[in-house]
């Protein structure tokens, strides 16, 4: 968009403006067709460009589906625990603030994560804030998530990953996060052995979070 439009002109962007920042506000292609309309209050933002808040006003009209805002994160670097208690991957978490409460959120996960060969398992989770999720019902004492690994070999990578569409019912910040225990070590982005070797790999885990309109 351009950086000003008088009332009745063209924008950059093929939009015209067709009332002042005083009153409502429309913007119509260059056929007619109305791309956008502001309340007077909704205008009040509106003083040659339209600012973060009018944008989300616009985000929040597109259709059921479309991808509202994306938010990503990759480590690069490796991490390895002892617990065997569930805790944060440091690095693999990516926060995001809804629209609209009614909306849902699409995560996806790749992690590259194991534990020792023949003897301990990485057992992985997904987390909204603190509770858990992507997971399967309760059944004793059996760990929750959406993925264990224990390799065959200490100087083999596995990749896990998981696809999630979340309702966290709000429009405040939420973050989501990868967590890992094991029965021994588990490690992420590196092998087992890690040896200074061409033939060992280290690696990249990710999460992306997409907010989808209702």
Same mark, same amino acid.
Do not use: W
């Given at each position: 968009? $351009?950086?000003?439009?008088? $009332?009745?002109?063209?924008? *950059?962007?093929?939009?015209?403006? +067709?009332?002042?920042?005083?009153?409502?506000?429309?913007?119509? +292609? @260059? @056929?007619?067709?109305?791309?956008?309309?502001?309340?007077?209050?909704?205008? $009040?933002?509106?003083?040659? +460009?339209?600012?973060?808040?009018?944008?989300?006003?616009?985000?929040?009209?597109?259709?059921?589906?479309?991808?509202?805002?994306?938010?990503?994160?990759?480590?690069?670097?490796?991490?390895?625990? *002892?617990?065997?208690?569930?805790?944060?991957?440091?690095?693999?978490?990516?926060?995001?603030?809804?629209?609209?409460?009614?909306?849902?959120?699409?995560?996806?996960?790749?992690?590259?994560?194991? *534990?020792?060969?023949?003897?301990?398992?990485?057992?992985?989770?997904?987390?909204?804030?603190?509770?858990?999720?992507?997971?399967?019902?309760?059944?004793?004492?059996?760990?929750?998530?959406? $993925?264990?690994?224990?390799?065959?070999? @200490?100087?083999?990578?596995?990749?896990?990953?998981?696809?999630?569409?979340?309702?966290?019912?709000?429009?405040?910040?939420?973050?989501?996060?990868?967590?890992?225990?094991?029965?021994?070590?588990?490690?992420?982005?590196?092998?087992?052995?890690? *040896?200074?070797?061409?033939?060992?790999?280290?690696?990249?885990?990710?999460? +992306?979070?997409?907010?989808?309109?209702?």
């Amino acid at each position: 968009m $351009a950086s000003s439009i008088s $009332a009745g002109t063209t924008s *950059g962007t093929a939009l015209v403006h +067709t009332a002042d920042t005083t009153g409502a506000l429309e913007l119509k +292609t @260059n @056929n007619g067709t109305t791309a956008l309309t502001l309340s007077t209050a909704q205008n $009040a933002t509106f003083a040659g +460009t339209l600012t973060t808040a009018a944008q989300g006003i616009a985000k929040a009209s597109l259709p059921a589906g479309a991808v509202l805002q994306v938010v990503s994160t990759t480590k690069t670097d490796t991490f390895s625990t *002892g617990s065997s208690s569930f805790v944060d991957i440091t690095g693999l978490s990516v926060s995001i603030t809804p629209i609209s409460s009614s909306n849902k959120v699409f995560v996806t996960v790749d992690v590259t994560g194991q *534990g020792q060969a023949a003897v301990s398992v990485a057992t992985f989770r997904l987390v909204r804030d603190s509770t858990v999720i992507d997971a399967g019902a309760a059944a004793g004492s059996r760990a929750l998530g959406f $993925a264990a690994s224990i390799p065959t070999d @200490n100087n083999c990578s596995i990749t896990q990953g998981t696809n999630f569409l979340d309702s966290p019912s709000s429009t405040s910040s939420v973050t989501y996060k990868v967590q890992v225990r094991s029965n021994g070590t588990a490690f992420v982005n590196r092998t087992t052995a890690d *040896g200074d070797d061409p033939n060992i790999l280290r690696t990249a885990s990710t999460i +992306t979070v997409m907010e989808i309109a209702a």
